[in-house]
């Protein structure tokens, strides 16, 4: 009986010197590693912020095929996240969110792992280098103060490092041989006369393009419990009219209704939209590259000689969620003329 409890009391003492030794640990790591890729910066960096071709070349996202994933409202650039959840225990759950951008140059992403509060950064530094770019990938992980974490810090270097090895292997395959050579946006050119619409709108403002989609998402909200309170009917996908083409947007979401509400208030405002002629450009690709629509239009309008009436307005005829692809997403751009 006494041996048992002196080896209890070991085991204890033992526990507890790890502990102790634990706490004293760095609470912080940093593992970089490089490659050089034969492509311009502008083709990795272009890749780099494309969330959706991280499944081709993330080692971490190759571990379980049936991870559910879901993305924001963005999936290229700054502001563009999505989060998994996997029930296989080496992926679990987080999110990953690009923070940060230096065109062709240096890509910032937040990584938060499901249970804990600490954000891991990783960076990834672009160097020109002839007809090559030296890419660097570095995480910095954090453990915060437990010590038990602690102690998994000082095996990070050879947990992490071959990943970043593999991943960057695979990164730079892919780009060489032009598998991940980013798919042009669609587009179709051609003229209409737009519907007479009654719509519900909201007016509002976002100060960056990466808040456009969660202001556009709340306005959407609002509109539609108003809906849903007064048994309207949509009659046409949402719309949004853009005001500015550049930070701070003034934007004004919109949902066609088949009749005026029985009142308004608040933010919420009823209008009428008369039947016009317009350009359309039929745009399938993420809503961030829909700049180039805008191009399109403009070009169209000098072509033709035909001058701008009012402000373009996106209209959103799909469901992001219902494709595989953002390069499969319509989104229609209308621009009516005098």
């Not at 502001?79 to 999110?95: D, Q």
């Not at 809906?227 to 930070?247: E, M, V």
Request: no cysteine.
């Amino acid at each position: 009986m006494k041996r048992g409890i002196r080896i209890l009391i070991w085991i204890v003492a033992i526990i507890g010197l790890l502990l102790l030794i634990g706490a004293f640990l760095p609470g912080s790591v940093t593992v970089s590693r490089s490659t050089s890729i034969k492509a311009p910066a502008s083709t990795v960096y272009g890749v780099l912020t494309d969330l959706t071709t991280y499944d081709a070349w993330m080692p971490w996202n190759q571990i379980d095929t049936n991870m559910k994933k879901t993305f924001g409202p963005l999936t290229k650039g700054k502001g563009a996240w999505y989060s998994w959840s996997s029930e296989n225990w080496k992926v679990g759950e987080g999110k990953l969110e690009i923070s940060a951008v230096v065109p062709n140059q240096s890509i910032t992403t937040d990584l938060v792992f499901g249970g804990s509060d600490e954000i891991n950064k990783a960076e990834w530094k672009l160097e020109p280098d002839g007809n090559e770019t030296k890419t660097t990938w570095t995480m910095h992980a954090h453990f915060g103060h437990n010590p038990i974490s602690r102690w998994f810090g000082l095996f990070a270097e050879s947990m992490i490092a071959p990943d970043f090895e593999k991943g960057l292997a695979q990164l730079k395959q892919k780009i060489e041989t032009g598998e991940l050579r980013l798919p042009e946006p669609k587009m179709m050119v051609e003229t209409i006369k737009t519907a007479p619409l009654q719509v519900l709108t909201i007016l509002d403002t976002a100060a960056v393009q990466s808040d456009i989609g969660p202001v556009l998402q709340k306005a959407y909200g609002e509109i539609g419990e108003l809906i849903n309170k007064d048994q309207l009917t949509f009659t046409s996908a949402p719309l949004a009219w853009f005001y500015s083409n550049s930070a701070p947007y003034v934007l004004e979401a919109a949902i066609p209704v088949n009749k005026a509400p029985s009142t308004t208030s608040g933010r919420i405002k009823y209008k009428t939209v008369p039947a016009e002629n317009a350009v359309v450009v039929h745009f399938y690709g993420p809503y961030e590259e829909t700049k180039l629509a805008y191009a399109k239009i403009q070009d169209w309008l000098k072509a033709n000689n035909k001058k701008a009436k009012g402000a373009p307005y996106d209209v959103y005829m799909d469901d992001p969620t219902t494709k595989k692809s953002m390069y499969e997403v319509r989104t229609d751009i209308i621009q009516p003329f005098e």
